[in-house]
């Protein structure tokens, strides 16, 4: 992101609130307008983001905003959490810390699921909406979002693009992993081709090369490289989200974050607590942004921000639980 934009840009702000009455909406027929998809891209620290040409991201932060943000939950509290990836996964979608959710690194895992995720709430409260997971890591939707396990609510998922990583004859393994980017752009053109063509309410997208990369060579050329591709698959969700609001009536609500930073002295690593392993970022197309938007952030934020843009109302139980706030009016 070639930063002409920083965290001090003006903010865009409109009129437009959403209208609530405790946890009741008072206009339920909005839900069907508003959509939101959100694309985790996997291990860029905020300082390369901000360094490397990202005229996508770009292009969506100049339509809403762009934040440095945070992972990790408080320091040296029960709720801090590992900055690895599936906890920043679980994090966003569930709107808690690993106290709660219970998910404390990439196996073995066994998540708490009495703490909602946003497609449990989504399903559970506005059943008719539609959801959409589109991954280069199937354990995103078996087993984090637990698709289909009473312990999670039993949560259908509408549209899925995963299982890829276990394929191949379709995807052979290839050196560095290469394989796993030819995995993102198919990902990515399926998310494109299903929001175009179907428009789910919520949707995930899941793009994974970026931290391949990180952990093989660290700092490098070869990391920024997969940086400006992924910019260019993000291009190819965005270009699409763009053309189906151009022929629906629909709202349409873009987040672009990453899971964790990197390790300050090779960039290979990550797990702890070093401010560079902390600091990530945020990309929105939303024009509703408050001002704490600009203040530093957690991933455990954009669950209500998603709700909110949703206008799902959350049940007084769930909210309760949340250990994140909205950054959207």
Do not use: C
């Not at 902390?278 to 024009?287: K, L, P």
């Amino acid at each position: 992101m070639t930063m002409t934009m920083t965290m001090t840009m003006t903010m865009t702000m409109t009129t437009a609130s959403v209208a609530w009455a405790g946890n009741e909406m008072t206009n339920s027929t909005a839900v069907a307008s508003n959509k939101a998809v959100f694309l985790i891209v996997d291990g860029i620290p905020a300082d390369v983001i901000e360094r490397v040409f990202t005229p996508n991201l770009d292009a969506i932060a100049k339509v809403g905003g762009y934040t440095r943000a945070e992972v990790g939950g408080p320091l040296n509290d029960p709720a801090e959490t590992p900055t690895v990836s599936a906890p920043g996964y679980m994090s966003l979608v569930t709107g808690t810390w690993a106290n709660k959710h219970n998910v404390y690194g990439n196996a073995d895992l066994a998540p708490n699921y009495d703490y909602w995720n946003l497609f449990r709430l989504a399903k559970a409260v506005e059943p008719p909406l539609e959801t959409g997971i589109f991954s280069t890591w199937t354990d995103n939707r078996t087993i984090l979002l637990g698709a289909g396990l009473a312990d999670a609510g039993g949560v259908t998922i509408d549209f899925v693009a995963d299982g890829f990583e276990t394929d191949p004859q379709r995807f052979p393994h290839a050196p560095q992993d290469r394989h796993i980017q030819a995995i993102d752009r198919h990902v990515a053109a399926e998310a494109a081709r299903v929001i175009e063509q179907q428009g789910p309410d919520l949707s995930w997208v899941y793009l994974q090369y970026t931290d391949d990369v990180g952990h093989a060579l660290g700092d490098s050329p070869e990391l920024d490289a997969a940086v400006e591709v992924m910019d260019q698959l993000v291009g190819t969700v965005w270009s699409a989200v763009q053309a189906r609001a151009a022929t629906q009536s629909e709202d349409w609500l873009i987040l672009v974050t990453t899971d964790h930073g990197r390790d300050l002295h090779t960039g290979k690593d990550h797990g702890g607590q070093s401010e560079r392993e902390r600091t990530t970022w945020m990309v929105t197309n939303s024009q509703r942004l408050l001002p704490s938007f600009y203040q530093h952030p957690a991933i455990v934020d954009i669950y209500p921000s998603l709700a909110r843009h949703l206008r799902i109302p959350v049940p007084a139980s769930v909210a309760a639980a949340l250990d994140g706030r909205s950054f959207i009016e």
